[in-house]
């Protein structure tokens, strides 16, 4: 019977040793800053990572393929098709508003909740009440709206995402971001949690 072949134990030193030249990479002058933190928040126009269609000022975010959103390479495919350049597309194409975005953005009344509407930048609560407004006062424009902001009380936010490696803010009392809510409703509610019986209508 042969003995165990054992690997050689690295010297406690030397993991510190290459921590320490790691730290120091890390920390220098020409390591991205970006990526430093504990959750990497990528910008649109990175210049190693962008993510942002390539048709100027769509808010929208790219395919893989195309480096445009599935809006643009769809266009492009036919554009193409038909003899047009790609430079020529990306001068003429039409940028398009985001239809969600990458960061929640705030609710214009309440700072602390994340806003549900990207036309609005209303909160989930605050939404649902422009919109029952709109039905007692059919026609409201933008003087009206703003005359409603004017009236809202503000509200306090449910804090951060309970998700361990999220640093967004909870939409809702079950303490959890947009992303992550979905996610827990898909997985059918593991534990059971559900929202108070009066959230939606109040």
């Not at 990528?42 to 269609?53: A, D, Q």
């Not at 599935?70 to 047009?84: D, I, N, T």
């Given at each position: 019977?042969?003995a165990?072949?054992?690997?050689?134990?690295q010297?406690?030193?030397?993991?510190?040793d290459?921590?320490?030249?790691l730290t120091?990479l890390?920390?220098?002058?020409?390591?991205d800053?970006?990526?430093?933190?504990?959750v990497?928040?990528?910008p649109?126009m990175?210049p190693?990572?962008?993510?942002?269609?390539t048709v100027?000022d769509?808010a929208?975010?790219?395919?893989?393929?195309?480096?445009?959103?599935?809006?643009?390479?769809?266009?492009w495919?036919?554009?193409e098709?038909c003899?047009m350049?790609?430079?020529?597309?990306?001068?003429?194409?039409?940028?398009?508003?985001?239809?969600e975005?990458?960061?929640?953005?705030?609710?214009r009344?309440?700072?602390?909740?994340?806003?549900?509407?990207?036309q609005l930048?209303?909160?989930?609560?605050?939404?649902?009440?422009w919109l029952?407004?709109l039905k007692?006062?059919p026609?409201?424009?933008?003087?009206e709206f703003?005359?409603?902001?004017?009236?809202?009380?503000t509200?306090?936010?449910?804090?951060?995402?309970?998700?361990?490696?999220c640093d967004?803010?909870?939409?809702?009392p079950?303490?959890?971001?947009g992303?992550?809510?979905?996610?827990?409703?898909?997985a059918?509610?593991?534990?059971?949690a559900k929202?108070?019986?009066?959230?939606?209508?109040?």
């Amino acid at each position: 019977m042969t003995a165990p072949w054992l690997l050689p134990q690295q010297d406690a030193r030397t993991g510190r040793d290459r921590l320490e030249v790691l730290t120091a990479l890390i920390s220098g002058p020409e390591f991205d800053p970006v990526l430093r933190g504990g959750v990497l928040k990528i910008p649109p126009m990175h210049p190693v990572y962008p993510w942002s269609c390539t048709v100027v000022d769509c808010a929208r975010p790219r395919w893989r393929r195309y480096a445009m959103c599935s809006v643009h390479a769809g266009q492009w495919q036919e554009a193409e098709a038909c003899g047009m350049s790609r430079a020529q597309f990306l001068r003429t194409a039409e940028p398009l508003a985001a239809t969600e975005m990458p960061e929640a953005m705030m609710c214009r009344i309440c700072p602390q909740r994340p806003a549900l509407s990207l036309q609005l930048v209303l909160c989930f609560r605050h939404r649902n009440r422009w919109l029952s407004h709109l039905k007692r006062h059919p026609g409201g424009g933008v003087s009206e709206f703003e005359r409603w902001l004017a009236d809202q009380p503000t509200l306090p936010g449910y804090g951060e995402c309970r998700a361990d490696v999220c640093d967004e803010l909870a939409v809702s009392p079950l303490g959890l971001c947009g992303v992550h809510e979905r996610g827990y409703i898909r997985a059918g509610r593991p534990g059971g949690a559900k929202l108070p019986k009066n959230f939606f209508a109040t």
